[in-house]
């Protein structure tokens, strides 16, 4: 090729490139592509000193799209509030899944699901059914994760001796300082002093418990042996219908509407049982018949506690 015809050609290049980056110039910063499904986040959880500006910045946002998506009605944010940042299309149901799984991984409650897709409270999921996924509200705490900071390494309480038994997990004694010491045989005491403990499945001690793992930490150190699973609790003891609970009953639950027992309480009376709650992050005090969750989802209850025991704990 002649050096005539590459001047003209060296030229034409020249001018493509200086072209593109004069308009990538004039366009500003690109914005980063879009996260294959599955990938983006669908929410964030707010920390101290995130702004909505910043938030809706990070994610690719207006702060007036931000504040739509989240049913807000001003920018003013707060530490621990969980905010969407990304539409969520109609979910269909998978095989396995609930109501209470649902709830918990878009950040909403069961009861603001159910009103979304005006569903009875007593709903049962279908594998294929399709469910609008509504805005977390204003003040929805994030999902829990169970990671602890280290508890400090104190002298162990004596442990009351427990009848070992094939398939039974003894709890480990409690740390001297990590929750007050009820007198012995105060069940309740014990329940009570173990609020706010959180929740970890498998867990069995005060650093950590799971449903069935605060039943045998209330109740070993009175002398019973009880099963680990939740399920095989329910088949100990005498049976109770809602109308004759006491204080000290075991009630359990079916949380996954496949008609076995998955989540255990102990009964405190006047409606009210304590349970670890994998929702709620922690061990706390519930609601029973009065409340649109448990209520239906109750599936039974059973006395395991000795007239004696009982009254020590009123």
């Known amino acids: 090729m002649s050096a005539r015809c590459l001047l003209p050609l060296t030229l034409l290049t020249l001018a493509s490139w200086a072209g593109a980056a004069i308009t990538t110039a004039g366009a500003g910063p690109l914005p980063p592509a879009a996260s294959a499904p599955g990938e983006a986040p669908l929410t964030v959880t707010v920390q101290p000193g995130d702004t909505a500006f910043g938030l809706a910045r990070a994610h690719g946002l207006s702060v007036e ?15 621990g509030q969980v905010l969407r940042v990304r539409e969520v299309p109609p979910y269909t149901v998978q095989p396995g899944e609930t109501l209470y799984s649902l709830a918990r991984r878009f950040g909403v409650s069961v009861d603001v699901l159910l009103a979304a897709n005006t569903l009875p409270t007593d709903t049962v999921l279908r594998a294929g059914q399709v469910l609008l996924v509504p805005a977390p509200g204003p003040g929805v705490p994030a999902p829990v994760v169970a990671v602890q900071a280290p508890v400090p390494v104190a002298p162990p309480l004596p442990a009351v001796p427990v009848a070992p038994a094939p398939d039974v997990l003894v709890p480990e004694p409690l740390p001297a300082d990590a929750v007050a010491v009820p007198p012995p045989g105060d069940w309740r005491g014990a329940a009570l002093a173990l609020l706010g403990v959180p929740y970890v499945y498998g867990g069995t001690t005060p650093t950590g418990l799971d449903c069935s793992g605060l039943v045998l930490q209330v109740f070993a150190p009175l002398g019973l042996s009880l099963p680990r699973r939740s399920a095989d609790q329910a088949q100990v003891g005498e049976p109770v219908s809602p ?72």
């Not at 102990?266 to 448990?294: K, M, P």
């Not at 506690?305 to 020590?312: D, E, G």
């Open 243 to 314: 109308g004759e609970l006491q204080p000290g009953d075991l009630v359990f639950f079916d949380t996954e509407g496949r008609g076995a027992v998955t989540h255990v309480g102990i009964y405190l009376g006047e409606d009210e049982f304590v349970n670890a709650n994998s929702y709620r992050g922690q061990v706390v005090v519930d609601r029973l018949l009065s409340d649109r969750y448990w209520a239906p989802r109750l599936v039974g209850a059973r006395r395991v506690l000795s007239p004696t025991t009982y009254a020590a704990g009123r």
């Open 65 to 79: 799209v931000l504040l739509a998506l989240n049913g807000l009605s001003g920018p003013e944010l707060r530490a």
